[in-house]
């Protein structure tokens, strides 16, 4: 099959559209569109600008009749979402009562360093030995905060479809997998002064991949297994934690966030049956104007905010979103007819303006090794932690050409961009605005601009499909 194919197909010039291996699940699977799709709940503040989350596991039902022990911000998988607002500095406990350390990044933030989620910056539980001689590595740089650690984020950034999500070293893709991760929404005045749809017409849209053991576990190779080197993609669509899952939808406007969370799956949304997504967002933030699209390619790590007027179907009518590969993701069904006052302006927001780059790097994401030692590497070199790229200086623009020998979704923390050139031509449509995760397709170069503003530190730039990123795909960059 195309998603059994990964390396080699890789390997011969083919353009394999799926990029992990696929795990089958070992259960029977509920027919899809019967679970209703859930709304993650929201975060409540214990104090205004202080929010205080605890890791946990916890046995939810995911698949109907069975459960499955998940490891979740507040013990849900997807975690609670943060509603949090441009200038309003923000302060997340994070308390670990996990079996393992963990490391929390919010994906999109303009994080300071000390806060980013650094992989070796650990919330480490109660009586666990994640010391240098207790039988970890001890790496430049690591931390070991016991039991609780305080994420502060100053929020100086614009309204944008943020998420968070586990980020320790050599374990991301186990730890997302079992379901640390979750959304953050930032939001301003520019946004709120549009007329967007919201309230229940806005919907975030987690979308990711599972297998599940007989038993209802979540089934995962062991870490590190070369065998799923390409990455691990399940056989079940989650949305928000749901397989499949069916919404009721009056027939009005709808702003949906979609996010791809899935360790290496990628999609390539659509409607059926037809339809189009006008693109108001993306990774980070409003688009100047929008942009209609009836695909969506979504690589892990990215975010699209769209539109999407339930009122071009007829009450009644179902209408799916649908991947090419995976066939259903999830289902709308058009119950009524309803007033609608929301509108998607011309005109949506004034992103900030690119700047000239005063510096050039490339940064080549390839296979290195062969089969027995065998790692994903960073121009040449497997991650290793205080071992900087690139010093890019802060207040400035670069522009990094990415090029990559498979399918690399590429995410700088820190650091936004915009997409200047792909394969040598003009960025695709879907690319467009600020973002700040970008797939590079086989044998691809993509140029991005980014800007390095906010905070002088340690951050890093790694592929977002997770298998990649722990098995060595990533590297830091400080600014200076
Ligand atoms: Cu969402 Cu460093 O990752
Ligand atoms: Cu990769």
Redesign the pocket.
Known sequence: TLAGAGLAAAGCGAFPESAGRLLTSRLPLPAPFTVPLPIPPLARPVAPGRYEVTQRTAKVEIIPGTTTEIWGYDATFPGPTFELRRGDPTTIRVRNELPEPTST?L?GGVNPPGSD?YPTDLVVPRGHSAHPHGGHPSHPGMRLNPVAKDYHYPLDQRAATL?Y?D?RMDFTAPQVWRGLAGLALVRDEEEDALPLPRGERELPLLICDRAFEEDGSFRYPRAHDPHYMAGVEGDVILVNGAPWPVAEVSATRHRLRLLNASNARRYRLRLAPGGRFTQIGSDAGLLAAPVAHEVIPISP?ERYDVVVDFSAYPVGSAVTLTDELAGDVMRFVVTRRAADDSAVPAVLSRPPERTRAVAMRAFDFRRTGDAGNAAWTINGRPYRPGAPLARPRLGTAEMWRLTSDFHHPV?L?LAHFQVLARGGRPPSATDAGWKDTVDVRPYEVVDVLARFDGHRGRY?I?C?NLEH?DMAMMADFDVV
């Open positions: 990044h994906h989620g998420w999500h980020h790590g995410h923390h890093m790694h977002h990123e």
